[in-house]
Nanobody, 127 residues
């Protein structure tokens, strides 16, 4: 059974850092693209970062480019999201998701492209 479990969320002050981790099981991580998404109260779920299927190609939303870094460890089955210079606007529930397809850059940060989802972890940026 394919599973994704996020961890690492919490409360952090503006300008601080957090590292989220997505632990996967039940599938070969190298054969899936993994995306990170977030959803704030009253807002749509939005794509934050993605690491492609079978590659180390990465994609980022403009709002996090230069601050967030996504990486994978296929042997351990984990995908991490390093978040630096956090802002109050980054406050949201963060989700990781898996997609078995290779897609164009127009689609890799679209929630509809992803079939499997974790349960989410809360990130709150506040002083």
């Amino acid at each position: 059974q394919l599973q994704l479990v996020e961890s690492g969320g919490g409360l952090v002050q503006p300008g601080g850092s957090l590292r989220l981790s997505c632990a996967t099981s039940g599938f070969s991580l190298a054969n899936y693209a993994i995306g990170w998404f977030r959803q704030a109260p009253g807002k749509r779920r939005e794509g934050v970062a993605c690491i492609g299927k079978g590659t180390e190609d990465t994609y980022y939303a403009n709002s996090v480019k230069g601050r967030f870094t996504v990486s994978r460890d296929n042997a351990r089955g984990t995908v991490d999201l390093q978040m630096n210079s956090l802002e109050p606007e980054d406050t949201a529930v963060y989700y990781c998701a898996a997609d078995p397809n290779r897609r164009s850059s127009d689609w890799v940060l679209q929630p509809i492209s992803y079939e499997y989802w974790g349960q989410g972890t809360q990130v709150t940026v506040s002083s």
